[in-house]
């Protein structure tokens, strides 16, 4: 089978950085065509940078890097610097990007790339708030059924929330935006929480990648002993959750997880439950499903993946 050609939309954060690292590590599954940065975990001006870091850290300065939206569609941007650090990417000691930053803007490359490419034959990676995919959407429906699937990181449903308690962080930022990826009608897979914080960091599957010995593995150790201070005081588990990388894990090694097909709805009106994934996980709706909702992994075939893709850089 030829290599999945993607998009990874991004706000990195270094849970998305090793999303990153690991679809530029994996090149006979994934082709990445483009990186996308929105405003998310840190401001744009930051987003865009930390994404060409990375592209740099792996080794792969020839990646194409965008800039996006750096605001929500409706909301003031809301960022998750007490998770993630100042920079987005507090932990390692990386070195500023020299490889340029492409001229287009974001948005764009994504309405031209899947209007270029046959139909069905882009998946879209959203690792942050929707608002770049919203607004490819609203400029060009047509794209919609170009789509060969959104897999992204994003929601709950028995883990309700980690930024206010109904809401997941990349939703709550731009529910506006998330309710028109989750309408536009191309197939979605979604990593909510319930998934994502069964993916835990414990200490053996940190030291496993600083064992790699690289400049990638030091930086991956690095990059998830940081923002596990902050997750192990939060949710007193034994490791961070490593939510993004379980999109592009997804997309090598699909087996590796469980979900259901269901009907997925964002709250946009309550100022209460705001940018809450209203899954109809028990089926007590005939609302349509629009969503694989992404429930259980195995974790550790996850990390033996991560490893094993990682050293290869
Ligand atoms: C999501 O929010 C961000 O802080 C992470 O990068 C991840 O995409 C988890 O809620
Ligand atoms: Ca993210």
Redesign the pocket.
Known sequence: MSARKIIIDT?P?Q??AVAILLALASPEDIDVLGITAVA??VPLALTEKNARIVCELAGKPETKVFSGCDRPLAHDLVT?EH??GKTGLDGPVLPDPTMPLQEQHAVDFIIDTLRAHDPKTVTLCP??PLTNIATALQRAPDIADRIQEIIL?GGAYFEVG??TPAA???IYVDPEAADIVFKCGAPIVVMP?DV?HKALVTKPRNDAFRAIGSKVGTAVAEMTDFFERFDKEKYGSNGAPL??PCVTAYLIKPELFSGRHINVEIETHSDLTRGMTVADWWHVTDRPANALFIGDVDADGFFALLAERLATL
């Open positions: 706000d954060g849970d998305d998310g975990n998750a998770v993630h690792l942050g990181m980690n930024i997941e962080f990349n929480l994502t939510h993004d």
